[in-house]
RNA sequence: GCGCGCAUAGCUCAGUUGGUUAGAGCGCCACCCUGAUAAGGUGGAGGUCCUAAGUUCGAAUCUUAGUGCGCGCACCA
C-alpha cells in the first residue's frame, strides 16, 4: 500500500530526510557495490580550495560533477567518485596572514615559521568541513572519508616522485629569470597566477629627457625623449632602445628651450600632448642614433660607472651602459619610439641585456643594475629612496626629474596591471630572481597533440582559449619562496652546489648520514594533535640532512623553496592514489578520466596544470616514449576525455560574484528555502551549462511549479485514487526489483499496451521516447536538452494524459479494466519518470521512488531508484503516429478554445458543433474515429471534418521551400509567383485528383507532387473560427433550447462543487443538494439532467428548494438568482 | 593591442544541417476549471532577432566590418 502523501510538499523537508535515508541505508556505497566488476566510468574530482567559504557558482560544479557520475552509473558503469581537496599554497597563507593582521614575509618570519603552518593546516581543516556540508546538501555523491588531501604525506611523496622523474630528466631546472614577483609575499608567480590578478589602474606616465653626449663626454644640448610608466624604474636605467629601421625627427621646442629626438611618427601626437610647436630640424634614421652615449636620469651608478669601458669581442674598448642600443621590438605604438631600458625589470629588456653581454669578452661586459630588493624597496644604491616601497616613489621621482629639467611631459595612463592574486592590494613588479622552472616549452608540441584529442564542451575551447593558451606557453615556474606547499624535493651538497631530486621521505631516510629529525619528534611531543603529515613540511623537512655523495664530508641540505600548488592538484591523476609508491592498481584501473569539468577559468588552472603534468610524464605511445607501468595502453587524450567547461556565473547584477558585493545569496539559504532539487533543476535545465549563467534567485524559485510541483502533482493525484479504489500492485505482482515493464506485466490485471486505450497507448509511447531520446542525449553529456525532453513528457502527463484520465479514475467499479489500464500506465509511467530524472533531481526522484516502489514492495524492490538501471526507452512501444496524431488533437481543442474565447462562449455553454479544417489530411481518418475527445474537451456535440470549407476559410498554397530549394533553386521566385498567381482552390484540387501538377515557370513545365505544396489555411472573417499551424477551428454558436438548459445544468454543477470545496469535502463524500430558485428555465434543466449533476458532483440526494440547517450560497446563474444548499450524507 | 565568447519579448533564456507565422518560463491582460484545490489549465498582448554590408532563390542562423558586454592573453617600455 502507498503512503498518503501530502499536497502541500515543502522540498527542503523532504530533502533532509532523504539525506538521512541514503546516509543510513549506506546507498551511495551500494550503488558502486552493484557495479563491481563493471566498465569503468572515470571521474576526476578538482580539488575545491579549502580556503574560503561555497558560493552558488561552486553549487553549479558539484551538481554537473555529480549529474554524469549518476548517470553512467545507473547506466551500468561503475563510477567511483573520489573527493579531493586542494590545501596548499598562496590563498591558505593569505587567508592566515588576514586572520593574524599580519601580511610581510618578515612578520611571518617574525610570527614564526612553525606555529604559522599550524595555523595553516586548522584554517583549511576548518574550511573543508564547510565544503563538506555543502557537498552532502546539493547532493554530490563523492567519497569524502577517502578524499585525497594534497598535504597528505602520500600526496606529496607522489608529487615529489614526478618532480625527481622530471629533475632526472633535466627538465626542472633552476634559472635566473625576469619572473613577476609579489614583493610584500617574497615570492614569484605563474603565468596562470599573474593571470588573475590583472586590473586596470592608472599609473604615472613620464616623458623624460635623456641628454646625448658628445665625443668628449659633455652634454651635446639635445635630448633623447623616452617615456616610461614605471618612473621607479629609472634609477635602474642601463639602456635606451631605438629601431634601427625607424625614422626619428630632431625637432626643437622653443618655449621648452631644448632639442629633442622622438620617432618622427610621433611628432604631431607628442605636439599634441604638450600643445606647443615643434619644430623638425632634420631627420635620421635610428640605426644612426645607435651606439651614442646619454646621461642617465639618475646618477646612482653612473657616477661610479659612467665612464667604464670593457673590452668587446672585437678587441676593441666600449662604453659599457648609457648608450643607444637597436632593439627590434620597438614600436611608435605609443611612446616616443625611444624605450628605456632597465633590465632588472623586464622580460625583453633582460634579454637585451643578455645579448650586449655578449658582445663583450668574458668579465667585461655590464652587470645587471638592480636598485631595488626583494622586498620591493629600493636599496642604498638608490641615494634618497633607500628603504622605500618603489611604487610609493613614483611621485617623489617625477619631482626630482622636474626639479633638474629632465621632465618634458606628465600624464596619467590606463592600464592593465597586475596585482597579487590573493593579496588585492600588492601591485606585482617584475624582478629578476633565481627560481625553478619546469621545460614545458619542449613538450609545446605535444600538449597541443594531446589538447586536439580531448573532447572539449563547448568546443571552441580546444583550438581557441586552450589552444592559444598553449600556444604561447613559456616554461613553469614552479618554485615559491613560501612556507605552506608541497616542498621542493632537491638537497644541494652545500660545498660543491650540486643536487639531486628525492622521490620519498623512505628514500631520503635510506640516505647515509640521515639527519635532523629532532625538531618534528620535539614538536609532536609538545602537540600529539600535530597531523603527521606535517613531518614533510616546513619548516621540518628543512631541518633534514644527509652526507653529500659528491664531496667527502659534505652536507646535503634541501632548498628552502616550496612549490606552485597548482603543480599539486595538476598531479592529482597520479597523487590521488599515492602512486607509485601506493596505489599502483586503483591508478591503473582510473587513468585517464572519462569525465571532468570544471568552470572556464581553470583552462589556465587545473586544466592546463593536469595536461601539462600528464604530457610531461606519461608522454604519448604513438611517440615512442615508454609508458610508465600503466595498465592501459597510453594514447592521447590523458589525463581526461571529455571536459565540460562551465561558464563563469555572475551575480544577480551581471557583476562577478563577489563577497564584497554580496551579489548572491549563501548556497545554504537557498537549500532552506528552495532546496537542492530547485537548484539542481535551474542549472541544468536553464541553459547549457557552458553559458555564462546569471545567477538568478527568481529562475530557482520558479523551477519548483514549472517542474518540480507539476510533478510532484501527478504523483499525489495517482496516490490518493490509488489509495481511494485499493489499486495495489504489490498484490498481483510478486518478484520484482525494479519494477520494469516486464517485471510488472506478472500482473494479473495488468494488461499489454495494445489492449488499453489511445491514450494509454500514446503516454507509453511519449514515455519510451523520452527515454530513449535523454539516453541519446545524456551519452553525449547534453543535460539542458535532456532536461528538456524529460520536462516536455511531465508536462504531457500532467496536462493531457491524467487530465483526460479523470473521468476514468472516478469510475465506481474498482476493477473495471479500463480503469486499471490507466492506474498500470500512470504507475508505469511514474516509476519510469522517477528513474529519468534521478541523476537530475535526486531527491525528488528517491521520494517518489520510495513510496511507489519500496513502500509498496518492501521485500523485493530496490531499495533507492539510485540503485536501478537508466531506462533506455522501448523501441517496439513508440509509435510516432500516435505522437504526431494526438499532437494534431491538441493543436485542435486548443484552437477550439482560441475560437470559443473570441466567441465569448464559454467551455460550460454546449455548442451543436464544430467544424474543422486540416491543412493536411493525413491523419483525418484516425481524427475521425477519436472525435470524443476534442468534443469532450470542447464541450460540443459533433465534430466534422470539413472537406468543402471556402465558405469558412481561404486557403494559401505555398511551395515548401525545404524540399524545393535544392531542386530548383534560382527559379524559386518564379515559381512563388506562379503560386501566387493560380487558384489556390484549383490547384489544390488538381492536386487531390490527379496526385500532381505541372506548372509553367519561367516558360518551362514544372512538375509538382503533393508533398511539394504546403497548405496554409485563413479563417473568414466573420466566424467564430481560430487558425493554428495546421488546422482551422470554426464554432456554431447558435443554441437551442437543449443546448442552453445543458448549459444552466453545468451552471448547477460548477456551483454545487464550489459548495463542496467550500464546506471542506473529502473527494469521496456524498452530498445531498438543494437547489432554491425562481427561474422556469433553470428548474427545468435541473430535472432534465438530474442524473447528471447527481453523478458529478457525488450527489445523492438533489432536491427542489432549502436544505433544513444549511446555509445557502446565493449565486447568480445568467440572470436568475440561484441558492444552493449542500451538506455531507453520513454514509 | 591581440585572442575567445556573447548580443533574440519588460525579465531570464531556447532556437537543431540557412526555409514560409522566431519559441518557452516569469511578469502583464482576459478567462476557464473546481473529485491533484492555499493547486491546475487556456487564450491574448508583447520582438527593427545589436548595426551595416555581403553570400544566397531565401539569413536570427553563413561571411566581413563595426558597436556594446564578459572573459582571457601580454614586448602595455
Redesign the pocket.
Known amino acids: 500500500m502507498f503512503d498518503p502523501v501530502s499536497?502541500?510538499v515543502k522540498f527542503p523537508d523532504l530533502e533532509s530526510r532523504i539525506l538521512r535515508l541514503w546516509k543510513e541505508r549506506r546507498i551511495y556505497e551500494k550503488s558502486l557495490e552493484r557495479r563491481r566488476g563493471a566498465e569503468r566510468f572515470v571521474f576526476y574530482e578538482g580539488p575545491p580550495t579549502a580556503n574560503g567559504l561555497p558560493h552558488p557558482g561552486h553549487c553549479l560544479t558539484r551538481a554537473i560533477k555529480d549529474l554524469f557520475p549518476r548517470y553512467r552509473t545507473m547506466r551500468g558503469f561503475l563510477c567511483e567518485r573520489k573527493a579531493g581537496w586542494d590545501t596548499h599554497g598562496l590563498p591558505v597563507e593569505v587567508e592566515v596572514c588576514k586572520e593574524l593582521g599580519i601580511h610581510s614575509k618578515e612578520e611571518i618570519e617574525a610570527y614564526g615559521v612553525e606555529p604559522f603552518i599550524h595555523k595553516c593546516i586548522e584554517s583549511v581543516f576548518r574550511y573543508m568541513q564547510q565544503w563538506e556540508r555543502m557537498t552532502e546538501r546539493i547532493g554530490f555523491w563523492v567519497n569524502l572519508e577517502e578524499a585525497y588531501v594534497t598535504y597528505h604525506q602520500s600526496y606529496i611523496e607522489s608529487v615529489w616522485w614526478a618532480l625527481k622523474n622530471l629533475f632526472d630528466r633535466g627538465l626542472l631546472y633552476q634559472g635566473y629569470k625576469i619572473v613577476w614577483w609579489w614583493a610584500q609575499g617574497g615570492t614569484a608567480l605563474s603565468?596562470?597566477e599573474?593571470?588573475?590578478g590583472?586590473r586596470e589602474v592608472a599609473?604615472p606616465s613620464v616623458y623624460v629627457k635623456f641628454p646625448l653626449l658628445d665625443d668628449q663626454g659633455k652634454e651635446s644640448g639635445t635630448s633623447l625623449l623616452v617615456?616610461?610608466?614605471?618612473p621607479w624604474?629609472l634609477p635602474s636605467n642601463q639602456f635606451a632602445a631605438v629601431h634601427p629601421d625607424l625614422e626619428y625627427s630632431l625637432v626643437e621646442d622653443a618655449e621648452h628651450g631644448g632639442k629633442l629626438i622622438i620617432a618622427k611618427a610621433l611628432v604631431e601626437t607628442i605636439a599634441a600632448k604638450v600643445g606647443r610647436t615643434l619644430t623638425v630640424l632634420s631627420q635620421m634614421t635610428g640605426r644612426m642614433l645607435v651606439g651614442q652615449r646619454y646621461l642617465p636620469p639618475f646618477h646612482y651608478y653612473y657616477q661610479s660607472l659612467g665612464d667604464k669601458q670593457g673590452v668587446g669581442r672585437d678587441g676593441d674598448p666600449h662604453y659599457i651602459a648609457w648608450r643607444v642600443l637597436p632593439a627590434e621590438?620597438?614600436?611608435?605604438?605609443?611612446?616616443t619610439?625611444i624605450?628605456?631600458?632597465?633590465p632588472a625589470f623586464?622580460?625583453?629588456?633582460f634579454s637585451v641585456l643578455l645579448e650586449e653581454q655578449s658582445q663583450f669578452a668574458a668579465g667585461e661586459g655590464p652587470e645587471l643594475i638592480c636598485a631595488v630588493a626583494p622586498d620591493g624597496k629600493f636599496t642604498a644604491e638608490a641615494g634618497d629612496f633607500q628603504g622605500r616601497w618603489v611604487k610609493d616613489c613614483d611621485r617623489d621621482i617625477t619631482r626630482s626629474l622636474r626639479h633638474r629639467g629632465l621632465l618634458y611631459h606628465q600624464e596619467q595612463?590606463l592600464?592593465?596591471?597586475?596585482f597579487c592574486w590573493r593579496a588585492e592590494n600588492d601591485p606585482l613588479i617584475q624582478y629578476p630572481r633565481r627560481s625553478w622552472f619546469i621545460r614545458t616549452t619542449q613538450f609545446q608540441q605535444q600538449m597541443l597533440d594531446n589538447n586536439r584529442q580531448v573532447h572539449w564542451l563547448p568546443e571552441?575551447?580546444r583550438d581557441?582559449?586552450m589552444g592559444?593558451?598553449l600556444e604561447?606557453n613559456?616554461d613553469w615556474a614552479l618554485s615559491r619562496e613560501r612556507y605552506w606547499g608541497t616542498p621542493l624535493p632537491i638537497w644541494q651538497c652545500e660545498q660543491t652546489g650540486q643536487q639531486e631530486a628525492v622521490a620519498s621521505y623512505e628514500a631520503l631516510r635510506n640516505k647515509p648520514g640521515f639527519a635532523g629529525t629532532e625538531a618534528w619528534t620535539k614538536a609532536k611531543a609538545a602537540h600529539p594533535e600535530l597531523s603527521d603529515d606535517l613531518k614533510i613540511h616546513k619548516p621540518y623537512i628543512d631541518e633534514i640532512t644527509y652526507d653529500s655523495p659528491f664531496a667527502p664530508g659534505a652536507r646535503m641540505r634541501r632548498v628552502p623553496d616550496v612549490i606552485d600548488c597548482w603543480f599539486d592538484s595538476g598531479a592529482m591523476p597520479f597523487a590521488q592514489w599515492g602512486f607509485p609508491h601506493i596505489g599502483a592498481e586503483q591508478f591503473g584501473e582510473q587513468f585517464p578520466a572519462d569525465f571532468i569539468s570544471e568552470a572556464?577559468?581553470q583552462?589556465?588552472g587545473w586544466f592546463y596544470s593536469q595536461l601539462a603534468i600528464s604530457t610531461l610524464l606519461f608522454g604519448d605511445k604513438a611517440q615512442g616514449q615508454p609508458p610508465l607501468a600503466l595498465t592501459r595502453s597510453l594514447d592521447f587524450p590523458h589525463p581526461f576525455k571529455h571536459c565540460i567547461v562551465l561558464g563563469?556565473m555572475?551575480g544577480e547584477d551581471?557583476q562577478?560574484m563577489s563577497k564584497s558585493k554580496r551579489n548572491y545569496r549563501e548556497p545554504n539559504e537557498i537549500f532552506d528555502r528552495y532546496g537542492a532539487d530547485a537548484l539542481r533543476w535551474y542549472f541544468f535545465a536553464?541553459?547549457?551549462p557552458w553559458?555564462?549563467?546569471?545567477y538568478?534567485e527568481?529562475?530557482i524559485k520558479?523551477s519548483i511549479?514549472?517542474f518540480l510541483?507539476?510533478l510532484w502533482?501527478?504523483y499525489?493525484?495517482f496516490v490518493?485514487y490509488a489509495r481511494i479504489d485499493g489499486f495495489d500492485p504489490a498484490a498481483e505482482a510478486g518478484s520484482v526489483e525494479q519494477l520494469t515493464t516486464a517485471e510488472l506485466s506478472q500482473a494479473g490485471s495488468y494488461r499489454p499496451a495494445n489492449l488499453r486505450s489511445e491514450l494509454d497507448r500514446w503516454i507509453l509511447s511519449e514515455l519510451n521516447r523520452c527515454a530513449a531520446a535523454v539516453t541519446e542525449l545524456m551519452d553525449a553529456f547534453d543535460n539542458?536538452n535532456s532536461a528538456?525532453a524529460i520536462s516536455e513528457f511531465v508536462?504531457a502527463l500532467?496536462?493531457w494524459y491524467?487530465?483526460r484520465s479523470?473521468d476514468r479514475?472516478?469510475r465506481e467499479d474498482q476493477r473495471d479494466p479500463d480503469k486499471l489500464d490507466g492506474y498500470w500506465t500512470l504507475y508505469e509511467c511514474l516509476l519510469t519518470t522517477s528513474k529519468l530524472i534521478a541523476p537530475f533531481v535526486p531527491f525528488l526522484a528517491e521520494a517518489i521512488w520510495q513510496n511507489l516502489a519500496v513502500a509498496e514492495f518492501p521485500k523485493n524492490a530496490l531499495e533507492s531508484v539510485h540503485l536501478c538501471d537508466f531506462p533506455t526507452g522501448d523501441a517496439a512501444a513508440i509509435d510516432r503516429d500516435l505522437s504526431a496524431r494526438m499532437a494534431l488533437v491538441r493543436e485542435i481543442v486548443?484552437q477550439g478554445?482560441?475560437a470559443r474565447?473570441?466567441a465569448k462562449m464559454?467551455?460550460?455553454q454546449p455548442l451543436a458543433k464544430v467544424e474543422v479544417i486540416l491543412a493536411d489530411r493525413t491523419h483525418q481518418p484516425w481524427l475521425t474515429e477519436h472525435v470524443t475527445l476534442i468534443a469532450d474537451e470542447l464541450n460540443v456535440k459533433q465534430v466534422e471534418f470539413t472537406q468543402q470549407a471556402d465558405q469558412y476559410i481561404t486557403y494559401t498554397v505555398?511551395?515548401?521551400?525545404?524540399?524545393l530549394?535544392?531542386r530548383i533553386?534560382?527559379r524559386?521566385?518564379a515559381l512563388q509567383q506562379a503560386i501566387g498567381d493560380a487558384d489556390a482552390a484549383a490547384l489544390l484540387a488538381k492536386m487531390e485528383s490527379d496526385g500532381h501538377l505541372t506548372l509553367t515557370v519561367d516558360g518551362e513545365p514544372l512538375r509538382l507532387d503533393s508533398q511539394d505544396l504546403?497548405v496554409?489555411?485563413?479563417a473568414r472573417p466573420g466566424w467564430a473560427a481560430?487558425?493554428?499551424?495546421s488546422c482551422v477551428v470554426v464554432l456554431s454558436t447558435e443554441l437551442n433550447d437543449n443546448l442552453i438548459a445543458e448549459g444552466w445544468a453545468?451552471e448547477i454543477?460548477?456551483v454545487v462543487?464550489?459548495a463542496?470545496?467550500d464546506i471542506n469535502?473529502q473527494?469521496t463524500d456524498r452530498i445531498a443538494v438543494g437547489l432554491d430558485t425562481d427561474d422556469a428555465n433553470i428548474l427545468a434543466a435541473m430535472v432534465q439532467f438530474a442524473d447528471y449533476i447527481r453523478?458529478?458532483?457525488?450527489a445523492s440526494e438533489l432536491t427542489r428548494g432549502p436544505l433544513k440547517g444549511v446555509s445557502p450560497t446565493e449565486t447568480n446563474v445568467g440572470a436568475a438568482a440561484l441558492r444552493t444548499y449542500v451538506k455531507v450524507v453520513k454514509p
Open positions: 499536497n502541500s603565468s596562470g599573474v593571470g588573475q590583472y599609473d617615456w616610461t610608466t614605471t624604474t621590438f620597438v614600436t611608435t605604438d605609443s611612446g619610439g624605450v628605456h631600458q632597465a623586464g622580460e625583453v629588456d595612463y592600464h592593465e596591471y597586475p571552441h575551447i581557441g582559449r592559444n593558451f604561447t613559456v572556464l577559468d583552462t589556465r563563469l555572475l551581471g562577478k536553464q541553459q547549457p553559458t555564462t549563467i546569471r538568478s527568481q529562475a520558479d511549479p514549472e510541483l507539476r502533482n501527478v499525489a493525484f490518493i539542458y528538456a508536462d500532467s496536462n491524467v487530465r479523470r479514475f472516478w486548443s478554445r482560441a474565447v473570441g464559454k467551455v460550460r505555398l511551395p515548401d521551400l525545404k524540399r530549394g535544392p533553386g534560382k524559386l521566385p504546403k496554409r489555411l485563413q481560430a487558425q493554428g499551424k453545468r454543477v460548477h462543487q464550489t463542496r470545496k469535502c473527494y453523478s458529478e458532483t457525488l
